[in-house]
């Protein structure tokens, strides 16, 4: 199982930086995928996941509206556009898979199996 993010760097407030997360080993399609920060010392957090099926997207309060989080099942990839960057949301930023959340717990790190290795996003000006 392997999932490897892409796309991060450096960005100015106000900017804009796609991730991405090609995920291979496993039946992509079946399982809920997500993206967690972590910046240092901090734990890692939640920002935004999409359930297998239907595709329902959920998002933490501090990047709703700002963060879009898709998946394309064809190409086993997972993807987050990140708009009206801000310096707080400088992290090393991860994806994850689960073969099943409800929605309670989808938020929680402990409720994915897989994790790629993360990718560092900066802002700064």
């Known amino acids: 199982v392997q999932l490897v993010e892409s796309g991060g760097g450096l960005a100015q407030p106000g900017g804009s930086l796609g991730l991405s997360c090609a995920a291979s080993g496993f039946n992509f399609r079946s399982y809920d995928m997500a993206w967690f920060r972590q910046a240092p010392g901090k734990e890692r957090e939640f920002v935004a996941a999409?359930?297998?099926?239907?595709?329902?997207?959920y998002y933490a309060d501090s990047v709703k509206g700002r963060f879009t989080i898709s998946r394309n099942n064809n190409k086993s990839t997972l993807s987050l556009q990140m708009n009206n960057l801000k310096p707080e949301n400088t992290a090393v930023y991860y994806c994850?898979?689960?073969?099943?959340?409800?929605?309670?717990?989808?938020?929680?790190?402990?409720?994915?199996?897989?994790w790629g290795q993360g990718t560092q996003v900066t802002v700064s000006s």
């Open positions: 994850a898979a689960a073969s099943s959340t409800i929605t309670s717990t989808l938020g929680r790190a402990r409720s994915y199996t897989y």
């Open positions: 999409i359930r297998k099926y239907g595709g329902a997207t």
